[in-house]
């Protein structure tokens, strides 16, 4: 463990390392002539414990690479970590890589290294894609990528094989583990890796390692002096062939960590940054660089071409919200950055040219930027570099949901140019909207500030540029009145789930119930969808005297103007809940809240498939009493259940345990689809262009990580290389999912997570893309093509959710498990869809038949009107 002026943090390191679950270890304290106290807490861990040894340089070496080789010479054992002191192991570190190395007879183990944000909290692996599977790898000729892991701290090394090559860290130098590493990998035969976190590196709000001194030219210098050094050992070790792939480190991480701060430098510190960095970069084959994402390749272009404050407005691109560039070009097809076209300017991959408007990319620069009382006044010049802005548009400036009108003038060299007034208050981040006025189509962007700008403090908030691309915000200013702090304290006390719950209770039993007040819910309050909004049409066409109030998450668009709403979770909802005479919902209300008495619960569910269940899923088919006993109480509170079919009957109503009334007459959602009448213009609104296919692609989630955007496994990629000339994917993610595709997918992909009507979405359609999603059962009545992508088959139905049919046997349409046998099967999909008419037909007869389209004006006349039956078994 080194360590130099660190004596506050140098007990966490060694206690990481002394509770270890392998307790036969030792700990060596390599002190590089520390300043402070650090020799008098060194003394005490020894005391502490007979395992911790303390070595101290007499003079300081200026670097790590002196006190780890005296570590190297110290150390008894057979197997040897490195730790800095101010980062910690995590417990089972050690006694996982002995393992591994033991097992393997590597020369070397390496794990996971995280970041461990401190102010957060927040742990962040490094690269997670080189550690995503154990293995042994034969050299780093089999994987040259994991030259990005030039770390030393997060490897198990054998001492005898290390003192063998006399493998040693550079004592003059900065970066000594790039220089160490590259030697590493020269000289190992074979070495493992393994996928789970052995190491900890902190990152505290103020760190001063030399890793993270960027500001400090000998900082920069540095590095490309240990670049330089781990090429020459690689040649020396008759490994040349393998410098451009440790290069490609260099272009792919060391340069970035300079690049991204770019927009905050002076022009001076670029050009000396500029001046050390080009002579290397000057070697650098040309195919390493091009191999780079491509602004990180404009900024090499701009290195190279000495263009400084061209250099700088492009790294304000590559982190944050990546800011539009100023100018681009475009050119036989290709589009460059910048006013004209030079191969390495190309970006023609971003597909920044061809977003739809509404995701297009315009460029606001704030200048002048003052206060005038409590407004604040500024310059705006508004850059166009893709064409996007159409002959009628309307501007404004919007601040949260605040939009205030704007007058942008035509600017004589391009662009256009607004004076900007406003009121700033909470929090927001200002962006510059333009409106197209043929559709109503928007598109917004967030507005660049000179990063030396100066905060603006105002009554309540404060105005202010934040990140390195130096993007203008609005802040709230800490709250001093104590009385509203306690306030806020008390009422977050008060407003706990248990206390909503016990007034809940009381509630039921001293107010009475009105049978003309419906409470309905969609989805978990997420909008006015699915068979509740079947249901609520079909009241509102018979004007049935029923006041109904929707429950409502969060966002509100997705309501009619004219409904009534209540913020799901709050007292108002807790209080609507009690007094209404009628529940309707899709999903389940608050699984805890006993229907009151009189109530009548009519549960419309959201879906039919192969999915296992009820009791029969992975959330509780386990043998725990009470997640069981808490879902039978739930489901005792229906009183009438929607049934699409009879083998929904079959398999839903017992493995739920429901034992009520159930209206076999369709599905309220479904008589659009029957129909064909669809809500909205989907193709319109997701600006699809004339002519273009839509593929409608809506994988459900997977159990085990639900939110990690792993349900999207197909190579989307792949399919706009292949497709994008003729279709356009909608991706439909599934409420619990969370999948933003990347932007310069966006020309193909058109994300409709959140779109309210899935109805719209399948009649917009030409055909389906799914996996296990119960969306198969309904679209099944559009007749339309259906692919199935289920390269997990054995997996989800054997150890993640479990299935009740063998989806390949009944699929109404090809099953394939890789992106290239589905593109094959798109590209012939209509002769593929006619083979498979027999099983198409024999799908929608088990799942569609009692479909006829009026299955809401059925339910709502039993349900509803007095005197109905109250529904049929």
């Known amino acids: 463990m080194i360590t130099y002026n660190d004596a506050a943090r140098l007990p966490r390191a060694v206690r990481s390392v002394l509770g270890q679950s392998l307790r036969d270890l030792e700990v060596i304290i390599a002190d590089d002539a520390s300043t402070d106290c650090t020799p008098e807490v060194a003394v005490r861990l020894m005391d502490g414990d007979p395992r911790v040894r303390y070595l101290r340089r007499g003079v300081n070496s200026g670097g790590c690479g002196a006190p780890r080789n005296d570590g190297i010479d110290a150390a008894a054992a057979p197997y040897l970590m490195f730790l800095d002191s101010d980062d910690e192991l995590p417990r089972h570190a050690c006694k996982s890589l002995l393992t591994e190395i033991e097992r393997t007879g590597a020369d070397f183990v390496s794990g996971q290294i995280s970041r461990l944000f401190e102010a957060s909290g927040r742990l962040q692996p490094y690269y997670p894609s080189l550690f995503a599977r154990?293995?042994?790898?034969?050299?780093?000729?089999?994987?040259?990528?994991?030259?990005?892991?030039?770390?030393?701290?997060?490897?198990?090394?054998?001492?005898?094989?290390?003192?063998?090559?006399?493998?040693?860290?550079?004592?003059?130098?900065?970066?000594?583990?790039?220089?160490?590493?590259?030697?590493?990998?020269?000289?190992?035969?074979?070495?493992?890796?393994?996928p789970w976190v052995v190491y900890h590196w902190h990152r505290a709000p103020a760190n001063t390692s030399i890793s993270l001194s960027l500001d400090d030219m000998e900082n920069v210098r540095q590095r490309v002096i240990?670049?330089?050094?781990?090429?020459?050992?690689?040649?020396?070790?008759?490994?040349?062939?393998?410098?451009?792939?440790?290069?490609?480190?260099?272009?792919?991480?060391?340069?970035?960590?300079?690049?991204?701060?770019?927009?905050?430098?002076?022009?001076?510190?670029?050009?000396?940054?500029?001046?050390?960095?080009?002579?290397?970069?000057?070697?650098?084959?040309?195919?390493?660089?091009?191999?780079?994402?491509?602004?990180?390749?404009?900024?090499?272009?701009?290195?190279?071409?000495?263009?400084?404050?061209?250099?700088?407005?492009?790294?304000?691109?590559?982190?944050?919200?990546?800011?539009?560039?100023?100018?681009?070009?475009?050119?036989?097809?290709?589009?460059?950055?910048?006013?004209?076209?030079?191969?390495?300017?190309?970006?023609?991959?971003?597909?920044?040219?061809?977003?739809?408007?509404?995701?297009s990319r315009l460029r606001h620069e704030a200048s002048e930027i003052a206060c005038d009382g409590e407004r604040v006044r500024m310059t705006v010049r508004t850059y166009d570099p893709f064409g996007a802005l159409p002959a009628g548009w309307t501007a404004f400036l919007q601040l949260g949901r605040e939009r205030i009108p704007i007058n942008p003038e035509p600017s004589v060299d391009g662009g256009y140019v607004s004076e900007v007034a406003f009121t700033p208050s909470g929090q927001c981040d200002p962006r510059i909207g333009f409106t197209r006025t043929s559709d109503g189509h928007t598109t917004t962007d967030r507005i660049i500030a000179d990063p030396r700008t100066r905060p603006i403090e105002l009554p309540g908030c404060r105005v202010r540029v934040e990140g390195f691309a130096a993007y203008l915000c609005v802040r709230p200013r800490p709250v001093r009145s104590a009385w509203r702090r306690v306030r806020r304290a008390l009422v977050r006390r008060l407003s706990t789930p248990r206390n909503k719950l016990r007034a809940y209770k009381v509630l039921i039993k001293v107010l009475p119930r009105r049978r003309n007040l419906a409470l309905f819910e969609s989805d978990v309050g997420k909008g006015?969808?699915?068979?509740?909004?079947?249901?609520?049409?079909?009241?509102?066409?018979?004007?049935?005297?029923?006041?109904?109030?929707?429950?409502?998450?969060?966002?509100?668009?997705?309501?009619?103007?004219?409904?009534?709403?209540?913020?799901?979770?709050?007292?108002?909802?807790?209080?609507?809940?009690?007094?209404?005479?009628?529940?309707?919902?899709?999903?389940?209300?608050?699984?805890?809240?006993?229907?009151?008495?009189?109530?009548?619960?009519?549960?419309?569910?959201?879906?039919?498939?192969?999915?296992?269940?009820?009791?029969?899923?992975?959330?509780?088919?386990?043998?725990?009493?009470?997640?069981?006993?808490?879902?039978?109480?739930?489901?005792?509170?229906?009183?009438?259940?929607?049934?699409?079919?009879?083998?929904?009957?079959?398999?839903?109503?017992?493995?739920?345990?429901?034992?009520?009334?159930?209206?076999?007459?369709?599905?309220?959602?479904?008589?659009a689809l029957v129909r064909g009448e669809a809500a909205g213009d989907a193709r319109e609104r997701l600006e699809i262009p004339p002519g273009r296919k839509i593929l409608l692609y809506a994988p459900t989630y997977r159990d085990r990580v639900k939110g990690s955007g792993k349900s999207v496994r197909v190579d989307l990629e792949l399919m706009a290389d292949e497709l994008a000339g003729d279709w356009v994917l909608i991706l439909r993610t599934h409420p619990v999912e969370r999948y933003s595709p990347p932007e310069h997918l966006r020309h193909f992909v058109r994300p409709a997570g959140s779109y309210p009507e899935i109805n719209d979405l399948m009649l917009a359609s030409d055909a389906l893309l799914t996996d296990y999603s119960s969306v198969m059962c309904d679209y099944a009545l559009t007749g339309r093509p259906m692919v199935f992508f289920i390269d997990d088959w054995d997996d989800y139905r054997l150890s993640e959710r479990g299935v009740y049919h063998d989806l390949p046997a009944i699929a109404p349409g090809p099953c394939v498990t890789t992106t290239e046998e589905l593109v094959d099967v798109i590209r012939r999909l209509p002769d593929v869809h006619a083979s498979y008419a027999s099983r198409y037909a024999a799908f929608r007869d088990l799942w569609c038949a009692d479909e006829r389209g009026d299955a809401a004006a059925r339910i709502v006349a039993d349900f509803f009107e007095p005197g109905s039956p109250r529904g049929i078994r």
């Open 528 to 671: 006015c969808s699915g068979s509740p909004r079947a249901i609520y049409e079909e009241l509102r066409r018979r004007r049935l005297p029923i006041k109904v109030v929707w429950s409502a998450a969060k966002d509100r668009a997705h309501f009619p103007s004219d409904a009534r709403l209540v913020r799901r979770g709050s007292w108002r909802y807790v209080w609507t809940m009690a007094r209404a005479g009628i529940w309707v919902d899709s999903h389940g209300f608050p699984l805890d809240y006993p229907k009151p008495r009189g109530t009548r619960y009519l549960q419309t569910w959201h879906g039919q498939g192969i999915k296992s269940i009820g009791f029969d899923a992975p959330d509780l088919r386990a043998d725990f009493d009470k997640p069981r006993a808490r879902w039978r109480a739930a489901v005792a509170r229906w009183d009438a259940l929607v049934s699409p079919s009879a083998e929904f009957s079959r398999i839903f109503v017992p493995s739920n345990g429901y034992a009520g009334k159930v209206y076999r007459y369709g599905t309220p959602r479904c008589d």
């Open 226 to 359: 240990a670049a330089r050094l781990s090429d020459d050992i690689l040649r020396a070790h008759g490994a040349g062939d393998l410098v451009p792939h440790r290069q490609r480190r260099f272009v792919r991480q060391d340069l970035r960590v300079y690049l991204n701060p770019l927009p905050s430098r002076d022009l001076v510190w670029v050009k000396e940054f500029a001046s050390i960095v080009r002579p290397y970069l000057e070697e650098i084959p040309a195919e390493v660089l091009d191999a780079a994402e491509p602004l990180y390749r404009v900024c090499f272009r701009l290195i190279l071409d000495d263009r400084i404050e061209d250099l700088r407005i492009a790294a304000g691109s590559l982190t944050g919200p990546r800011a539009a560039p100023r100018a681009a070009t475009r050119l036989g097809g290709r589009t460059y950055w910048g006013t004209s076209p030079s191969p390495g300017m190309d970006i023609t991959r971003l597909r920044l040219a061809e977003l739809p408007f509404s995701a």
């Open 134 to 194: 154990r293995r042994l790898v034969e050299g780093i000729r089999e994987e040259p990528e994991l030259f990005l892991d030039s770390f030393s701290t997060n490897k198990l090394y054998d001492v005898g094989r290390l003192r063998d090559r006399m493998l040693r860290f550079p004592e003059d130098i900065h970066y000594e583990d790039h220089v160490f590493a590259a030697e590493l990998y020269a000289v190992s035969r074979r070495f493992a890796v393994v």
